[in-house]
């Protein structure tokens, strides 16, 4: 007869890890997006500034059509505030996100939070200004998920700042992170597309002139009204709350394929379009 002592003990199965996958699929997403971000970063500076210091605003249009208008003095200085608090924003929103920055660094992190939110507001109230009255390439369905995206930048950082106030830290977690993924939007169209440009070999599914085309129209939409982002990131909380395998398994791997995505647009972007123009 087997008593309680002498019953052998059962060998432990280690458990499979899927938390562990998810945040190792989100660290690598957030790396490969702060390296991209911050060279993006580093070409609005050099690009914008040498010439606005060089006093040569019209180089402006080689990548902002109708970005500077001779003589419209007022416009001209919204669009340079836009591009200049942009810069702000893609290379400050990733250093909010690293958490051994946010614990070790609490004042910074609230200053530069506090900063952030401000300046995606009034970038996302200039860019308004500069879709609906300066025109320039693309067409209506665009302008339209553009303006959609305004509205979930500015909504999205209000709700940030009121949670942050109130001490619901979890929440304003949530509202920032969501609020990072809707004011890259521009950031992530420009990567999309140049994904799509070297996988294709070139163009495809849309007219280069007049920068409008069902692949355009589909990638707006995707990136800035329907944002592909702020739907994996809410899977994402979601996994991280149930744990459940299966699902947690599946989004760490949606991650991964749009980090891979993400990576190879990243160098395009860089080796097509920011590096060239800074030559």
Not at 54 to 74: C, I, M, Q, S, T
Not at 143 to 161: D, E, G, H, K, N
Not at 241 to 264: E, R, W
């Amino acid at each position: 007869m087997m008593t309680e002592t002498n019953v052998p003990p059962v060998e432990k199965v280690p458990a499979f890890h899927a938390p562990r996958i998810l945040n190792l699929a989100a660290s690598a997403w957030l790396t490969t997006a702060s390296v991209g971000q911050w060279v993006f970063g580093f070409y609005i500076i050099s690009f914008y500034g040498k010439s606005t210091a060089a006093g040569e605003f019209e180089k402006w249009n080689r990548v902002l059509p109708h970005g500077y208008v001779e003589g419209d003095w007022k416009g001209n200085l919204i669009v340079g505030l836009h591009v200049l608090l942009a810069a702000v924003i893609v290379i400050g929103g990733p250093l909010q996100l690293i958490p051994a920055l946010r614990a070790q660094f609490p004042r910074f992190h609230r200053l530069l939070g506090r900063i952030y939110v401000t300046i995606a507001i009034l970038v996302a109230s200039a860019g308004l200004f500069m879709i609906w009255t300066r025109g320039g390439i693309g067409d209506s369905t665009q302008r339209i998920s553009i303006s959609i995206q305004a509205i979930y930048i500015i909504s999205f950082a209000v709700l940030a700042i009121r949670c942050a106030r109130s001490r619901q830290l979890e929440k304003h977690r949530r509202w920032a992170l969501r609020l990072y993924m809707v004011v890259n939007g521009v950031w992530f169209f420009r990567v999309g597309l140049m994904f799509w440009i070297l996988v294709n070999g070139g163009p495809a599914g849309f007219d280069r002139e007049t920068f409008t085309g069902p692949f355009l129209t589909t990638l707006s939409i995707l990136t800035y009204a329907i944002p592909l982002s702020l739907i994996i990131l809410e899977m994402y909380f979601f996994a991280q709350k149930n744990q459940g395998k299966v699902f947690t398994i599946a989004t760490s791997a949606l991650i991964l394929i749009f980090t891979v995505i993400m990576g190879i647009g990243i160098f395009g972007a860089t080796m097509g379009m920011w590096l060239p123009r800074l030559k």
